[in-house]
């Protein structure tokens, strides 16, 4: 992990980087022969230009004819860009020199996001080189600089726990992790056991893991500061299904079992997010709740056409045991009405549906929040460049889930099963509500610029976006 800091002047045995604008193609750090030669790279369409110099790197960035979400995606990926430069060189430590301090924050942020590496388990970790990111701008605040490595951090710590496998991160496990973040980060928690979670009926959690060797766990983290500018508060759940084999409805290994280590990304977004409003000190309420349990194969899996009855009494005729994400979403979601929550937003690697709808480029949203949220969380989306696209919660979806013995089954149609899934989320609320299906974006097999492959902890930046603004908005 490189960390940022900000700074008057660029230390001495830094690299520098240099962000300009195409219409002021001048710098003090630049020679005449120096500027000469970017203008005429400028003027042949390239944007990055570097220089060596006796083994100092200066690496020029000119930011394009852009402006707002465009030019700020534009300056991490060129962050992402000028890191691998800097690594491949073996450099420690880096100046990002600009007078607009936006730009510096999102160049700096495309190059830490960049920097993460997931080396536990490597007996001869090769780490990265990058150290220090300074960022020298006259115009930027020390504040926008700590939040800043507070969203890398939490965005690192949700990475961190989609990348561990899940013969260390079981559902105890995760509660332990939790903890560790509670503790450091300044939130309170609570984990309800296997007994807790039986004498609460929790019939969905309970079918899941019911084929499991380890209990699962119930946990309640929240973050309530005596400024919270909102009583109600804000409600974060995320999928814990620390393992997902599918259950009696196995799932085949290649691009499916095998990285299902992945399906408690959900609940990695909500970690990641108590710890970015606690580190941030937002004057905010905010609640996470998080179902955990792995979904496993074994004498006492539950089966396809069993019935089983839910927390809030619903019945359900499981059609399918690999559908299990929604049978502990629905448990939590029910627990959250009596939060009288504000809003809820629910992460999930929910569907296979979702990502053959997309694929890994963004999450499908659905919720039936007021057009106020709606807009509030898609001008997030913009500001960090994490693309939603929101599919309807038609009725008739629902009816896919009727079921000729109980209440509801729990598999909808193949064809856009993103959205039956949501249909059945649905059920379970009675509040302000948004589901974001990120079974593509998650995770992914190889780097796509500044989201490493693994765990990408898509979700964090977004919501961290997203409840800030509201403080302001309340
Ligand atoms: N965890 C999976 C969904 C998933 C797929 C996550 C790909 C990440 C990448 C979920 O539990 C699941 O198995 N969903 C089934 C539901 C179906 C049986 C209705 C699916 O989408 O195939
Ligand atoms: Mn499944
Ligand atoms: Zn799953």
């Not at 893991?209 to 929240?222: D, G, Q, R, Y």
Request: with cysteine; net charge neutral.
């Amino acid at each position: 992990m490189s960390q940022i800091k900000h700074s008057a002047k660029p230390g001495e045995k830094d690299q520098l980087i240099l962000i300009l604008d195409s219409k002021d193609l001048k710098s003090n750090f630049l020679s005449k022969e120096e500027i000469a030669f970017v203008k005429e790279a400028v003027a042949n369409k390239r944007f990055l230009v570097q220089f060596n110099n006796e083994g100092k790197l200066k690496l020029v960035i000119v930011s394009e004819e852009q402006s707002g979400w465009k030019l700020s995606e534009s300056l991490r990926k060129a962050g992402a860009k000028s890191l691998g430069i800097l690594n491949e060189n073996g450099k420690e430590s880096v100046s990002i020199i600009t007078e607009i301090a936006h730009n510096a924050l999102a160049f700096a942020e495309g190059m830490a996001l960049a920097n993460y590496s997931f080396t536990k388990y490597k007996s001869k970790p090769k780490e990265n080189s990058l150290k220090t990111i300074r960022i020298v701008s006259k115009n930027i605040d020390a504040k926008s600089i700590q939040n800043l490595s507070i969203i890398i951090e939490s965005t690192y710590l949700a990475r961190d726990l989609v990348n561990e496998p899940h013969s260390f991160l079981t559902s105890l496990q995760i509660s332990e992790e939790f903890k560790k973040i509670s503790k450091k980060a300044g939130f309170t928690i609570e984990v309800w056991n296997e007994a807790k979670i039986a004498s609460q009926k929790m019939g969905g959690i309970l079918a899941v893991n019911k084929a499991s060797k380890i209990p699962p766990t119930f946990n309640i983290l929240e973050y309530k500061p005596k400024n919270a500018v909102n009583k109600k508060p804000y409600v974060l759940v995320g999928k814990g299904v620390v393992y997902d084999t599918g259950g009696l409805s196995l799932k085949p290994t290649p691009k499916s079992m095998d990285i299902m280590k992945c399906d408690m990304a959900g609940a990695a977004v909500v970690a990641g997010v108590m710890n970015a409003v606690a580190k941030m000190e937002l004057p905010l309420y905010v609640i996470g709740l998080v179902p955990a349990t792995d979904n496993w194969i074994g004498e006492n899996s539950y089966a396809p056409g069993d019935v089983i009855t839910m927390y809030d009494g619903t019945t359900v005729e499981v059609m399918n045991t690999d559908a299990e994400g929604r049978l502990i979403l629905a448990d939590t979601l029910h627990y959250a009405k009596k939060l009288k929550p504000e809003l809820v937003c629910d992460f999930a690697t929910l569907t296979g549906a979702a990502v053959r709808a997309i694929g890994s480029y963004a999450t499908a949203v659905l919720g039936n929040a007021d057009d106020t949220i709606k807009t509030s969380i898609f001008e997030s989306s913009y500001a960090v460049f994490e693309r939603l696209v929101e599919f309807p919660l038609w009725e008739d979806y629902a009816k896919e889930l009727k079921s000729e013995i109980a209440d509801m089954t729990n598999l909808g149609k193949g064809e856009g099963g993103q959205i039956s899934a949501a249909k059945f989320l649905e059920h379970f609320t009675d509040y302000p509500w948004m589901h974001f299906d990120i079974a593509g974006p998650a995770f992914i097999d190889s780097v796509d610029s500044y989201k490493t492959a693994g765990g990408t902890g898509v979700g964090v930046r977004l919501m961290v976006d997203f409840l800030s603004k509201q403080v302001a908005k309340k």
